[in-house]
């Protein structure tokens, strides 16, 4: 009951998940089984090549075609390579079910989880590198690795490269704890990095802000020296024609607008107070933001560069390229 009227569910899975804490994860990545699961409440789905094959039997006219574009776009593939590449398409198209899920439980829920190559599990190297391939293939995978002796020290690895795990073959309470630490492991060395990253980022951020404020202070510098380039260059060109002071100031007017950078300066100053507020405050996920605010900043400077005339000026937007373009480079590593 809700507000004295009664509420109806569309099943008891439904219920469970309206009424009590409990998740609910469809235990196959079938597109039908999982929309089912979807309108019920479920917030989670699982893919393996066990899954897989059991979808081939029940799909095989939907799957048949795909396996045979497969075939025609890696004609030296193996069986097993084709069959991973399915088990990677079936995860990928139920991941996108889960998308909304994802969005609205801030990436607690709504995931794809996709299970390692099983016979890899003693193979820390290999786990690692599947694992980071399986988490590239859409936003919202959760990779699934064995709680071997390998498959610790790849947890601790993954996760320190920001990959979203859980554990299967987990049979004991010392696994179940190996795991947690290995995870805690993760998290701290990928805390302790982050914290090196945005000091870093920081640092080249008051580096361009003390160089916009440098070229802020030199804009009438520069456009006296616009009005003196004009002006010499007309002389040499026409040494005997007398010069109509008018018609000059005119021209040199033009051109100083044309060259003049208070626009981009004010941009790139806003920029970088918005890129520096966002090191400084934010406790969520910012690398998306980051690099767009630094393809901004880059787009500002070869504006700048490309209306340069003065030799120090130039050097200066080079100088300030230089750094942005490190700066997006430490972005990439931001979460």
């Known amino acids: 009951m809700v507000a004295g009227r009664e509420v109806t569910y569309k099943s008891p899975l439904h219920e469970m998940t309206e009424t009590t804490p409990t998740r609910l994860w469809n235990d196959s990545a079938d597109i039908d089984e999982l929309k089912y699961s979807i309108e019920n409440g479920a917030v989670g789905a699982t893919c393996n090549p066990v899954i897989a094959v059991t979808i081939l039997k029940k799909h095989i006219a939907e799957w048949r075609p795909r396996i045979e574009a497969f075939l025609g776009e890696m004609p030296a593939a193996t069986e ?42 003693r193979d820390t190297a290999a786990i690692v590198e599947n694992a980071m391939a399986f988490s590239r293939l859409a936003q919202n995978m959760i990779v699934k690795i064995p709680a071997t002796r390998a498959g610790i020290v790849a947890i601790e690895e993954v996760t320190y490269r920001g990959v979203s795990i859980n554990a299967t073959v987990s049979f004991t309470l010392p696994q179940c704890i190996a795991v947690a630490e290995a995870v805690e492991r993760g998290l701290s060395r990928r805390e302790a990095e982050g914290k090196a990253i945005a000091a870093d980022l920081a640092e ?57 950078i208070a626009e981009e300066l004010q941009r790139l100053e806003g920029h970088l107070e918005q890129f520096a507020g966002l090191l400084a405050s934010s406790t969520g996920p910012v690398g998306k933001r980051l690099d767009f605010l630094s393809q901004e900043i880059l787009r500002e400077l070869n504006t700048l560069g490309s209306k340069a005339r003065d030799l120090r000026l130039i050097r200066e937007v080079l100088e300030m390229k230089s750094e942005t373009e490190k700066i997006r480079e430490q972005v990439q590593n931001v979460e």
Do not use: C, N
Request: net charge positive.
């Open 204 to 260: 080249r951020i008051v580096i361009l802000s003390g160089k916009v404020g440098v070229l802020s202070a030199r804009r009438d510098e520069i456009t006296r020296a616009v009005h003196a380039t004009l002006r010499e260059r007309i002389a040499a060109l026409f040494p005997q024609v007398p010069l109509d002071s008018g018609r000059l100031e005119q021209e040199a007017a033009l051109a100083a607008d044309r060259s003049d």
């Open 80 to 121: 097993d390579q084709v069959g991973w590449k399915l088990v990677e398409e079936m995860s990928v198209k139920a991941a996108k079910l889960l998308e909304p899920a994802f969005a609205a439980h801030g990436g607690r829920d709504g995931r794809l989880s996709i299970q390692t190559d099983p016979r890899l599990y």
